[in-house]
């Protein structure tokens, strides 16, 4: 009997010891695949995070798209410097004022295109005001870089007649070369 009680023994040893290492053999296992499954959920949330960047950028890029749409609308674009001059004219006749354009030019200060403007405003006093603040205040990027009134002599004209010449800085777009 005694060696059938030794080789049970021996039996539920070596069971003990199968068992021990099987659950060593899986714990390992799980732990590997719970590790894996880390790096995974680790993956997913910086991916899931980067779509929802990529959303907020295409919301945010629509809404700079309308900016620059509505920004553009307050600049001349060099192509259209002559129509707009003619209605610079048409402005003052409207008016009651003589708009004469005496010179254009562009400039580019700070990265910005500008074009300079230079007009001689003739007409009544009120005229003249209405026209000058009719252009600065129009629906463009302008600015009054000088002005100078004056009145003309009244053996040349009427009296009671103006001149305003004043040079404008106004916003330009320029078209990007091919």
């Not at 499954?37 to 295409?58: G, M, P, Y």
């Amino acid at each position: 009997m005694r060696r059938v009680t030794f080789i049970h023994l021996i039996l539920a040893a070596l069971l003990a010891i199968g068992v021990l290492g099987a659950y060593a053999f899986w714990y390992a296992a799980l732990g590997k695949a719970s590790a894996e499954a880390a790096v995974l959920a680790e993956n997913v949330r910086s991916k899931s995070q980067e779509s929802e960047k990529i959303a907020a950028a295409k919301v945010a890029l629509e809404s700079l798209a309308e900016d620059e749409a509505s920004i553009r609308a307050y600049l001349v674009r060099e192509e259209e410097i002559v129509p707009f001059l003619g209605r610079l004219e048409e402005t003052g006749a409207g008016l009651g004022a003589s708009v004469d354009v005496v010179s254009v030019s562009t400039e580019t200060l700070a990265e910005r295109n500008r074009i300079m403007l230079s007009v001689k405003i003739e007409g009544t006093f009120d005229a003249v005001l209405r026209t000058l603040g009719s252009i600065e205040y129009g629906p463009y990027d302008s600015s009054v870089e000088r002005v100078t009134f004056d009145t003309v002599p009244s053996g040349e004209t009427p009296s009671g007649e103006w001149t305003a010449t004043v040079i404008f800085a106004l916003g330009t777009q320029s078209t990007p070369a091919p």
